[in-house]
C-alpha cells in the first residue's frame, strides 16, 4: 500500500520501486515504529482528535502486529515501501478504516526522524553496556598487574620501565572517554520530532510535549525544518564509534606485537587465534588483526554520512535515505568488535618473566642511572653523556647495565658505586615513579580504588 499514491495515474516502474524502497533494511524500526504510533495515538486521543474507542482500536491493532512480527507469524516482506507503510497496510488490514487514522497529524519525514532517533538511543546503550564489560576487564588486569614490570615505548622504541597495570590505565582511560562520548550523544538527540510533519508542522492540536514525555524524551525539539533534516546526532555517533575503533585497533596492533615470536610478552587463546592452512605451526592472531581492519570500515561510515549531507538544502531530501545501512553496519561492526576483542583479553596469557626481562635489555633503566648520577652531583648534561657510554659499553658486549660489574661502572665513572644496582633495578625505578598517573605502585593502587568507584564497585 502506497501512502501516496492519489495524486498518480500509474504505477511505479518495477526498478524504480526497489531503488526508492527501504523496507530491506528500515524493517529493523518495527519496534520502534509501533512504539511511536502508539504514543502518536495516545496523544491524538488525550487531544480530542480521536476517540477512546479508536485509540483502543488502534493500539490492540499495533501489538498485535509487533506481537506476530515476533513470533514469526507475520512476515515482513518486500511488498511496502518502507516499514511504516507495511505496519499501517498491516493496522487497516485488522481493523479497517479506523486503522487510517493513525497518521493523522504526522508525516513519513518525522515518523522516520523518531523511528531512527529511538532506534540509535536503544543501540546507544547495548555498546555502552559492552565498553563497560571492557572496562571491567582492563580492570582486572590491572589489579593483577601492578609490579607486572614491561617496557614502555616512544617511537616504538623501548624508553622507560613501566608496568603492565600502567600500560592497560592507557586504554581504561580512553574506552571511560568513549562513554562519555556516547553519553554526550545520547543527550544531544533526545528531543523527540514527531509532530513536525513533512517540515512546517500541523493544523491539529497536537500535544508535542507529552508525546515527547511518553517516549522517554528530554523535550520536543523547537523547529519543524530542523527536526526532520537534521542527522548530527549520527554524525556524532559515528565519530564516536569511529573513536572507539581506533582505540581498539591501537590496542590490536600491540596484541599483534606483544603475540609475536620476537615480544612473546603475551599468548592468545586458542579460541581467539587460527591457523594456517600451508604451514601447521601457525598460530595466527587473526581477530585482533580483524578488528584492525574493520576500524576503516567505521571510518567510512562517517565519511559517507559527511559526504551525503554536505550540499543538502532544508528540509528532508531522500538521500537521507543513505543515513541507515551505513549506520546499522557500523552499529553492528562495533558491538561485534568489541565482544570479540573483550573475549580476545580476558583468555590471554601475560608472560610477566618476559616483559620484564625485555625491559632490562632495552635501557629502560638508563634514565634512572643517568638520575642516580645527579643526585651524586653530576650536571645532568655530563650524567646523560656518562650513560650514553654505559649503553654503548653494553652494546658491545651483549649485556644489560643490570650485568656490569661495579668495576666496569667506575672505569667509566668514579661517581659510581655498589648503590647503582639498586637503583636501576626494575622494582626501583617503577616504584620511584609515584606522582598521579605514574607507574609506580601506590599511586596505581589509588587509580585502581578510583577506577572501582567509576565501576561502581565499591
Known sequence: MKLWGGRFTKETNQLVHNFNASIGFDQKFYHQDIRGSIAHVTMLTKQ?????????????????IEKDIENGTLVID?????????????????????????????????????????????????????????????????KENVTTYMPGFTHLQKAQPVTLAHHVGAYFEMFKRDRSRLADTKS???????????????????????????LDFTGATLNSMDSVSDRDYLIELLSAFSTIMMHLSRFCEEIILWNSNEYRFITLDDAYSTGSSIMPQKKNPDIAEL?????????????????????????YNKDMQEDKELTFDAIDTVKGCLALF?????????????????????FTNATDAADYLVNHGVPFRDAHGIVGQLVLFCEQKGIALDDMTLDEYKAISPVFEADIFDAIRMETCVTKRNTLGAPGPAVMEEVIRRNEIYLGEK
Open 48 to 64: 480530542g482528535i480521536l476517540t477512546n474507542a479508536e485509540r483502543d482500536t488502534i493500539i490492540a491493532g499495533l501489538t498485535g
Open 78 to 142: 518486500g511488498t511496502e515501501e518502507d516499514i511504516h507503510s507495511f505496519v499501517e497496510a498491516n493496522l487497516i488490514a485488522r481493523v479497517g478504516d479506523v486503522g487510517k487514522k493513525l497518521h493523522t497529524g504526522r508525516s513519513r519525514n518525522d515518523q522516520v526522524a523518531l523511528d531512527m532517533k529511538l532506534y540509535i538511543r536503544d543501540e546507544i546503550g547495548a555498546v555502552d553496556e559492552l565498553l563497560f564489560s571492557l572496562l571491567k576487564e582492563l580492570h582486572r588486569l590491572m
Open 188 to 214: 544531544r538527540l533526545n528531543y523527540c520530532p514527531l509532530g513536525a510533519g513533512a517540515l512546517a508542522g500541523t493544523t491539529y492540536p497536537l500535544d508535542r510535549e507529552y508525546t515527547a514525555s511518553l
Open 291 to 315: 578488528v584492525r581492519g574493520k576500524t576503516g570500515r567505521v571510518y567510512g561510515a562517517l565519511v559517507s554520512i559527511l559526504t551525503t549531507m554536505k550540499g543538502l538544502p532544508l528540509a
Open 342 to 362: 573483550t573475549g580476545m583479553i580476558s583468555t590471554m596469557t601475560v608472560n610477566a618473566s618476559v616483559m620484564e626481562a625485555s625491559a632490562k635489555n632495552g
